[in-house]
């Protein structure tokens, strides 16, 4: 069930400093048992998983971003999930009011045929990988996590959208009871569901992933419970939450922040360091619990996976 897969594109392990990966790999150890609320097949997962911590080797990391994976204290404490607050420390002790309880999504749209996915029959479809990403928001910070989960391009073989379908469109639970800013408005800006999209193309890359938990156990509720998005080489607010209704489409879907401020983000995203934010430079950015600042890389480092999807086009313009 549990697989770790190897490929090109994968950060390994190797790259990453072998002291911190072997600390964090405990941390994980510490939280796997006690501190999640799993779904059944992710503790099975984990029960039978073996930890390479025996094997570790230290290897001189060779990227230039000296990639680490972030501590899970980090990637949970730090968040940006509008629907509870736009205070990135307090997410986390306001989620637990979303309640992930039978949980499903609706599939809509240009597909062979609309139905309802149950989450935890989705988890038993799809074997479970482990994706060591880079993760980028807009704003200028970033972090490296091993997220769980499988490809989107497998959902989307088992969904079969028609061939009509360009794009596929995301949308986050409406729920005003769970998410305390749906009702309050505070921040009122965001138009409520969530909404995202992807190029079919995108979607169907193999770095694109459904993810439904990290460091070995399942989503925490602050990092978008049950099951996000990851699409690592675009700006994390493409990397939806909580998604409750996939609908296929031929028309551009307007996303969120495009739709909030079409000026200063656009549909694609893609991370790049060339070209800047109305506002600030994407030249660099912080990496979580790092004082000094990294370059930032072209498609986030993954250029040769991805580069290609975008040929012909002004990425100036198509921002
Ligand atoms: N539904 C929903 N999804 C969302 C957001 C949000 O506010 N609501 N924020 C986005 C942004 S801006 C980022 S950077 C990432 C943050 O993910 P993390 O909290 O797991 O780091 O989630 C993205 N997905
Ligand atoms: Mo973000």
Redesign the pocket.
């Known amino acids: 069930m549990y697989k770790l897969t190897k490929k090109d594109w994968e950060i390994s392990e190797n790259e990453v400093t072998s002291k911190e990966l072997f600390d964090n790999r405990r941390t994980f150890l510490k939280l796997g048992a006690a501190s999640v609320i799993a779904s059944g097949s992710i503790m099975e997962a984990l029960a039978k998983e073996k930890m390479p911590i025996k094997n570790l080797k230290f290897t001189e990391d060779p990227n230039p971003n000296n990639l680490i994976l972030n501590t899970y204290e980090q990637?949970t404490s730090?968040?940006?999930?509008?629907?509870f607050t736009t205070n990135q420390r307090k997410v986390k002790d306001m989620a637990h009011t979303l309640n992930t309880k039978n949980w499903t999504i609706k599939v809509d749209g240009l597909v062979e045929k609309p139905m309802t996915l149950d989450f935890d029959d989705l988890l038993k479809k799809f074997a479970l990988e482990e994706r060591i990403y880079r993760?980028r928001?807009?704003e200028g910070w970033s972090m490296v996590v091993p997220w769980i989960g499988f490809e989107l391009s497998k959902l989307i073989k088992y969904l079969k959208p028609l061939s009509s379908a360009k794009y596929i469109r995301f949308e986050?639970l409406y729920d005003e009871q769970m998410f305390p800013d749906q009702k309050n408005k505070v921040f009122n800006a965001i138009d409520y569901p969530?909404v995202e999209g992807l190029r079919m193309d995108e979607a169907m890359n193999e770095l694109t992933l459904m993810a439904v938990g990290l460091y070995g156990s399942s989503m925490p509720k602050?990092?978008?419970a049950p099951i996000r998005l990851i699409v690592p080489w675009k700006y994390?607010?493409k990397?939806?939450?909580?998604i409750a209704k996939i609908s296929f489409t031929d028309k551009e879907p307007l996303n969120t922040w495009q739709k909030e401020n079409p000026k200063e983000y656009g549909f694609y995203a893609n991370v790049n360091p060339k070209v800047d934010h109305p506002r600030w430079s994407q030249a660099r950015e912080r990496v979580l619990g790092k004082f000094f600042k990294q370059n930032t890389l072209m498609f986030n480092g993954y250029e040769k996976q991805v580069a290609h999807l975008y040929k012909g086009m002004d990425l100036t313009k198509d921002f």
């Open positions: 990637i730090h968040n940006n999930f509008y629907e993760f928001c807009v986050t969530y602050q990092n978008g994390g607010f990397s939806i939450k909580s």
